[in-house]
């Protein structure tokens, strides 16, 4: 299948959000005659075009009439109940590109149009948490809080007092339990956006959703497209 026929006419419907400014001055040396197939027109640009490499893991802004790469995302697969479950292993924007929200377009994409379960890295600057907020905002994007816990080391090298209080605030932040991978248990719970970063809806909780990394659990999000499309 090539790549045109995974999308519809909803790419054209994607919204064009603030971009946060993120290094790329190394694009420039890319030749950006590599990265012409497997290409779709941009959302929202005449010139620019969208290249899918890797088996969609990189994904490429191309200008042909720049004559230049404008931004990279490169995607991996992270352990979690999802086949279709990706992290961001990185984004960059050329310089002479930022400020046209390509960054969020991409994002987008691979929510919206590749249908993909985006989820949080386990550790993110406030550029990152912020970026978070932006895509909770996005109609379509529901972005969720989630803790992994491996029981069997949980009841072997956690103490108890911790665990019970896991238990304990887990049904107090309204959490389900959405799957298991890898032996690991994974529970989403509902976050909101504040002013620079998600939170947990209930106050007063040890469960918050900014990678925390425990020998037995983890903390963090994951974003999915639950709007039409």
Do not use: C
Not at 138 to 156: D, F
Not at 181 to 196: C, I, Y
Request: glycine share 8%.
């Amino acid at each position: 299948m090539r790549v045109n026929q995974l999308f519809d006419d909803s790419l054209n419907e994607i919204i064009l959000l603030p971009q946060e400014l993120y290094k790329g001055d190394w694009l420039g040396k890319l030749d950006y005659k590599k990265y012409l197939d497997d290409r779709i027109p941009f959302p929202g640009s005449d010139n620019l075009l969208l290249s899918f490499q890797n088996r969609l893991n990189d994904i490429y802004v191309v200008d042909p009439k720049g004559r230049r790469v404008a931004a990279k995302m490169s995607l991996e697969a992270v352990n979690f109940p999802s086949k279709n479950a990706k992290t961001v292993a990185g984004i960059v924007v050329d310089p002479a590109y930022r400020g046209q929200g390509i960054a969020a377009v991409l994002y987008q994409v691979v929510l919206r149009s590749l249908k993909l379960v985006l989820v949080a890295d386990d550790v993110q600057t406030s550029g990152g948490a912020a970026n978070w907020v932006r895509l909770s905002r996005i109609p379509g994007v529901e972005v969720m809080g989630y803790i992994a816990i491996n029981l069997r080391s949980l009841n072997t090298k956690t103490p108890r007092e911790i665990g019970n209080l896991l238990a304990q605030d887990l049904m107090e932040i309204g959490g389900f339990h959405i799957g298991t991978s890898r032996g690991t248990d994974f529970f989403a719970f509902p976050v909101r956006s504040g002013f620079e970063r998600m939170e947990t809806v209930v106050k007063d909780t040890i469960i918050e959703p900014y990678g925390y990394d425990d020998v037995s659990y983890e903390i963090s999000m994951f974003a999915h497209w639950v709007g039409k499309r």
